[in-house]
């Protein structure tokens, strides 16, 4: 896919130095410099507190066909990701892009020789929650793009989002591409019930020149916002 179709099928448009942050002018020329920082990611290893967000799902979301509990995480993750313009940005070729629908990634793993299949979900953005439900189960269960076909350019944009529920890690970083475009990584590791705590470590990585500490502050609470929020039982999208 070259840039001008993933500008197309993904909505994005290309930015003005008018329409970046001056924060994001200045980190991508220090951040992006090897004399100053060799690698531009940050990552971190968070315990999300699961409690709540587990009741509400069970009493307003559960009921849907294909529903599961890491799918409201990803679906809420995408719409919080959304609402932070600051994630959805990338730099290609030089230039800063603004995408607005932009695909997840998903590795899945299935054993033997493959090891695992890449799921790509397009349009999160714009689905209810029963319209994803579907869409993640039949993802998940019949995955299509085998190892090493999943196009570079869709690879390099798109919202990384990784589990792995049989590991209870306490850090964990991920390798990074050669195309540095900027975008986030996400892996959510074994969620653990301890009592009347349930909770999930979360590793995250971003591309410092993107964002920072305070606006993974501002995504953080809005996704707990949104994963408490019970009237998204209701079918509605994201804003």
Not at 93 to 113: Q, R
Not at 117 to 140: G, P
Request: net charge neutral; charged share 20%; hydrophobic share 40%.
């Amino acid at each position: 896919m070259n840039l001008s179709a993933a500008l197309a099928r993904y909505q994005g448009v290309k930015l003005t130095r008018n329409e970046i942050s001056q924060y994001q002018h200045w980190a991508r020329s220090y951040f992006h410099n090897e004399a100053y920082v060799v690698n531009p990611y940050l990552s971190m290893t968070l315990t999300l507190e699961l409690d709540r967000d587990r009741r509400v799902y069970e009493a307003s979301f559960q009921h849907e066909p294909g529903a599961s509990f890491q799918g409201y995480l990803v679906w809420n993750l995408v719409k919080a990701l959304r609402q932070e313009w600051t994630f959805s940005t990338r730099v290609i070729e030089g230039n800063w892009y603004l995408f607005n629908n932009l695909p997840v990634h998903m590795p899945l793993a299935v054993g033997g020789d493959l090891r695992f299949k890449d799921v790509i979900l397009e349009n999160v953005i714009s689905m209810d929650w029963k319209t994803f439900s579907q869409c993640y189960r039949q993802a998940i269960d019949t995955p299509t793009n085998e190892i090493g076909t999943l196009d570079q350019l869709v690879w390099a944009i798109s919202i990384f989002i990784g589990n792995l529920p049989n590991l209870n890690f306490t850090s964990f970083q991920i390798h990074r591409g050669t195309v540095k475009t900027g975008r986030p990584l996400f892996y959510f590791g074994q969620r653990q019930q301890d009592d009347s705590r349930y909770s999930a470590p979360l590793s995250i990585s971003f591309d410092h020149a993107n964002a920072d500490p305070y606006v993974l502050d501002r995504l953080l609470r809005n996704y707990h916002r949104l994963l408490n929020s019970e009237c998204q039982a209701g079918g509605g999208t994201a804003p």
